[in-house]
């Protein structure tokens, strides 16, 4: 059986905002988003830049979001945004009454990881889509506010 290196949960939303810590002196920001999904992504140990390149091609391939006539299509044909945010919670499993973190990858892996996801979903939204991708700040505490349409949340493992 393969190791699981990466994992996402997609929420589909009808808004989303990401208020992101004030970095070096400056005042917090605020990320938004209008119709399309919030990507939450944690990469586990062994994941490597093949998982990125796994992670973008189900973020931008995955038929979840709605076309005008009701048919299931991926975000780019939508022209959605995508706002993504690293969650290491993702990787914890529960021990007793506690959660433990020992399957995440290192954090300064993780990061650069993040960064090239990122970089790969902006990148492949460009060429298609006019749709915007947003993405919070790896290893800092974020405030989300999302307006979803339905719970509808679907878990991916590679």
């Known amino acids: 059986m393969n190791e699981l290196t990466g994992r996402l949960v997609i929420q589909q939303c009808l808004s989303a905002s990401l208020k ?6 400056r005042e917090p920001e605020l990320v ?6 919030v990507v939450f992504v944690c990469f586990l140990n062994q994941a490597s ?7 973008v091609k189900h973020i931008i391939d995955i038929r979840l979001s709605e076309n005008e006539t009701s048919r299931r299509v ?3 044909d939508v022209q959605g945004d995508i706002l993504i945010i690293p969650q290491a919670t993702l990787g914890g499993k529960l021990k007793g009454k506690a959660m433990q973190y020992h399957n995440n990858v290192d954090k300064n892996v993780g990061e650069a990881l993040y960064h090239k996801l990122c970089h790969g979903v902006r990148t492949a939204v460009e060429q298609v889509s006019s ?15 999302m307006d979803t349409n339905g719970p509808f ?6």
Do not use: F
């Open 20 to 25: 992101l810590p004030g970095i070096e002196g």
């Open 32 to 37: 938004e988003v209008r119709r399309g999904m």
């Open 49 to 55: 830049e093949a998982t990125v390149e796994k992670l």
């Open 74 to 76: 991926s975000i780019c």
């Open 131 to 145: 749709g915007n991708v947003k993405c919070g700040v790896y290893g800092a505490r974020q405030i989300l506010n």
């Open 153 to 158: 949340t679907h878990i991916i493992e590679v």
